[in-house]
């Protein structure tokens, strides 16, 4: 095995006075969050941009710990390496660390006692200027058996702050609250997500259900449902025929599924006589927050339309477009998917997709740039569009998907 994929120590007796061993690293954004999100150290020097600006140095700064997490890093790892045992650490912190500094961390050996087999080692950090901002002292019990170890790969880290869908929270909670018809929240889950949302200020609840199951829900979720309104019916169809009818009626202004099948609540939704259909076709959208996107991701039809027509499909990027205006999405863009993306006669989806776009050429959906068809990755990969030579306002950073035989891929 390559000595680079070993983690080898130094036993007390090949520790000399006078030896040295440093690492490097350039201290990221990233690095900051991920160090909060461990360590629980919220201060908002760390993690906040307009406070820090008003701090006495006026930008971010790293938390103190993580230099000195590199100081560990080395004993642990290089001199002694495994089998130190940490004893004690001094340090004095004297220039702030910011993000882009590069960070070099150096240990030296300046004491040995026999007794017990204990190093001093001095311990600097100096920023890329070449000025201290960490110096210290630690003490050390060596190892005094010889360990060579498999170097343990690290994982891949992703840092999602969720920030898309706390921006849409904050908007929700400035309006009124909505009377929301719950259809049959009978599971603990249910009734807590319940719970979350009227806490929030989001929701008024109607709960609709048999009102002993509802109960045993709430209290095997730990929720307090006194204060909210109870309808009692016997099942789940009974549910979802009563919310829906108070939605007609103007009572609640939100349907929202509880621990029923969608069939059952759909059933009600679409009926002809007493549902709540209007002169277009009903669809389903996600709205995604993915790491790594920089927008956020509405993906539809994925639950409601099996097989739609150019029709049906129309309608659904139409409810997309909207969707995407409430959620303050100006001009979203609409990939239209297939497999592939260039029009073949024999396949009806890219045939659909090129008539779409020629639809919002005309005027015929509006509010929003389409293109497609366009495959998965070409709809939201810059370099998957760069690589195909693709020239498009949507390939790339669609605000919407949609997927071969339903979905608008919409942003």
């Given at each position: 095995m390559a000595a680079a994929n070993l983690i080898e120590n130094r036993t007390f007796d090949e520790i000399a006075v006078g030896d040295t061993a440093s690492l490097t690293r350039t201290l990221t954004a990233d690095d900051i969050q991920l160090f909060a999100a461990v360590s629980g150290d919220v201060n908002p020097a760390h993690l906040d941009p307009v406070y820090a600006e008003t701090d006495m140095f006026h930008r971010v700064i790293a938390h103190g710990m993580w230099g000195a997490g590199l100081i560990s890093a080395i004993l642990g790892t290089e001199l002694p390496g495994p089998g130190a045992i940490y004893l004690g650490q001094s340090l004095r912190f004297t220039r702030p660390v910011g993000v882009g500094d590069t960070?070099?961390?150096?240990?030296t050996v300046a004491q040995k006692?026999?007794?017990?087999?204990?190093?001093?080692?001095?311990?600097?950090?100096?920023?890329?200027?070449?000025e201290t901002v960490i110096s210290g002292q630690a003490e050390v019990k060596a190892p005094t058996e010889k360990v060579s170890r498999p170097r343990m790969p690290l994982p891949d880290v992703r840092i999602a702050s969720?920030?898309?869908?706390?921006?849409?929270?904050?908007?929700?909670?400035?309006g009124s609250a909505c009377v929301t018809a719950v259809v049959h929240p009978c599971s603990a889950d249910a009734m807590r997500a319940v719970a979350e949302a009227a806490d929030a200020g989001i929701v008024v609840p109607i709960l609709i259900g048999p009102a002993a199951r509802m109960t045993n829900a709430a209290k095997d979720a730990g929720v307090d449902i006194a204060a909210f309104r109870v309808i009692d019916v016997p099942h789940s169809h009974a549910a979802a025929a009563e919310a829906v009818a108070r939605v007609r009626a103007?009572?609640?202004?939100?349907?929202m599924k509880g621990s029923l099948h969608t069939d059952e609540l759909m059933g009600a939704v679409v009926s002809s006589d007493t549902g709540l259909r209007t002169e277009r076709r009903i669809s389903h959208a996600y709205v995604m927050d993915v790491p790594g996107y920089p927008r956020p991701l509405i993906i539809t039809d994925a639950a409601i339309n099996i097989e739609p027509t150019l029709e049906d499909k129309a309608d659904i990027a139409r409810n997309a477009i909207d969707l995407a205006h409430v959620i303050r999405i100006e001009q979203p863009r609409v990939a239209i998917l297939a497999a592939v993306e260039t029009v073949n006669p024999k396949m009806r989806t890219t045939l659909?997709?090129?008539?779409?776009?020629?639809?919002?050429?005309?005027?015929?959906?509006?509010?929003?740039?389409?293109?497609?068809?366009?495959?998965?990755?070409?709809?939201?990969?810059?370099?998957?569009?760069?690589?195909?030579?693709?020239?498009?306002?949507?390939?790339?950073?669609?605000?919407?998907?949609?997927?071969?035989?339903?979905?608008?891929?919409?942003?």
């Open positions: 960070i070099t961390a150096c240990v006692r026999a007794e017990h087999h204990v190093i001093v080692l001095d311990c600097t950090c100096v920023n890329q200027k070449g969720h920030d898309r869908f706390r921006q849409l929270m904050a908007r929700a909670k400035d103007g009572e609640a202004a939100l349907l659909d997709a090129a008539a779409l776009c020629k639809m919002a050429d005309r005027g015929q959906i509006e509010g929003a740039l389409l293109d497609g068809p366009l495959a998965l990755d070409n709809a939201i990969s810059e370099a998957a569009v760069r690589e195909k030579s693709i020239v498009s306002p949507v390939a790339g950073q669609a605000d919407c998907p949609s997927s071969e035989h339903s979905a608008q891929l919409a942003a």
